[in-house]
């Protein structure tokens, strides 16, 4: 059945998880009412960003100029100018970061600003669902916990997945076929950036702890004791459609979802710069903790293609 997007457009902000699934099934449908949507409904459009990047994608210049033309603070006209992708756009986010404008809201977004022309995008538009499932285990594609000393050197302790890279349209070339998910000990809030050897083994790990965001356990003495003989299995991609469930502005209601391999990050976290070459790195995957759990929260997947240098970020769940 086509929706009827004038009609959604009416019920917002109570439609926002009928656009999400447009995203997710039928975005051409959107694509009409992009400029409206900029023009008029920007307040009340509470779409997340992945799904803006779907809905908003290659929108006119015209789309830019309404959208470039709000205050700085309308996060949510910054988000539909983040997401859209064109050479207009990434001109409008450069030049409003160059005057002045809020460099990490755009960063959050997957979006670097190099010292001279337009942003780059640093992660890729093409989406998809990450499945849990049991068995085929260890020699799937993407391999949920494999033994840790297979793919990094210490202080990472716990393998959540290896992704095949070739999967995920539109990511940066890399020297293996598979990047890991990989933590450290902490259970807390960390990011954890490693030199990859041209089998894509992880050496040289280095954890950056981040400070302040969890007090309400206290680490002194705190042993690693998760299970290494849990959760093994494996994931699948699929492709976005009628089949997940869109709820909450997300499809992890979906049986089995535990995340989203390509598309942007998720926008509300600070996303890691290269530690050698300081470019923002490109986001590969995010997966929940339930992918096999260990910690809490979000476990980001990035790569700088330049210097051949993986990061994984731990965040908290919102
Ligand atoms: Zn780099």
């Known amino acids: 059945m086509v929706p009827d997007v004038a009609a959604l457009l009416d019920q917002l902000p109570a439609s926002s998880d009928d656009f999400a699934r447009l995203a997710g099934t039928d975005p051409d449908q959107f694509r009409p009412f992009q400029e409206t949507v900029a023009e008029s409904f920007a307040d009340r459009f509470e779409v997340n960003y992945d799904d803006l990047c779907v809905l908003f994608a290659g929108a006119s210049d015209r789309c830019v100029e309404i959208l470039a033309g709000r205050p700085a603070d309308d996060f949510r006209s910054a988000w539909m100018l983040a997401a859209i992708g064109t050479p207009a756009a990434l001109t409008a986010v450069a030049e409003r970061v160059r005057a002045g404008g809020d460099r990490s809201e755009f960063e959050d977004c997957g979006l670097w600003v190099p010292p001279h022309g337009p942003a780059e995008r640093r992660f890729t538009p093409e989406r998809r669902a990450i499945f849990l499932e049991v068995g085929g285990f260890p020699g799937a594609d993407h391999p949920v916990g494999l033994p840790i000393s297979v793919v990094a050197d210490a202080p990472a302790v716990w393998h959540y997945l290896s992704v095949r890279l070739d999967e995920i349209p539109g990511l940066p070339s890399w020297p293996a076929t598979h990047a890991h998910l990989v933590a450290p000990e902490s259970t807390d809030r960390w990011t954890l950036f490693a030199a990859v050897d041209p089998g894509g083994r992880y050496h040289d790990v280095l954890v950056e702890l981040t400070d302040g965001e969890d007090d309400e356990e206290d680490d002194d003495g705190f042993t690693f004791q998760d299970d290494r003989s849990f959760g093994l299995g494996r994931v699948v991609l699929r492709p976005y459609g009628p089949g997940l469930v869109y709820s909450n502005g997300h499809i992890h209601s979906t049986p089995g979802v535990v995340g989203t391999a390509g598309g942007p990050p998720?926008?509300?976290?600070?996303?890691?710069?290269?530690?050698?070459?300081?470019?923002?790195?490109?986001?590969?995957?995010?997966?929940?903790?339930?992918?096999?759990?260990?910690?809490?929260?979000?476990?980001?997947?990035?790569?700088?293609?330049?210097?051949?240098?993986?990061?994984?970020?731990?965040?908290?769940?919102?």
């Open 266 to 318: 998720i926008g509300l976290y600070p996303n890691p710069a290269c530690p050698k070459c300081e470019r923002l790195m490109f986001h590969v995957a995010t997966v929940t903790s339930m992918v096999r759990e260990h910690g809490d929260g979000f476990r980001s997947l990035y790569l700088c293609e330049n210097c051949k240098t993986a990061a994984v970020t731990a965040t908290s769940w919102n």
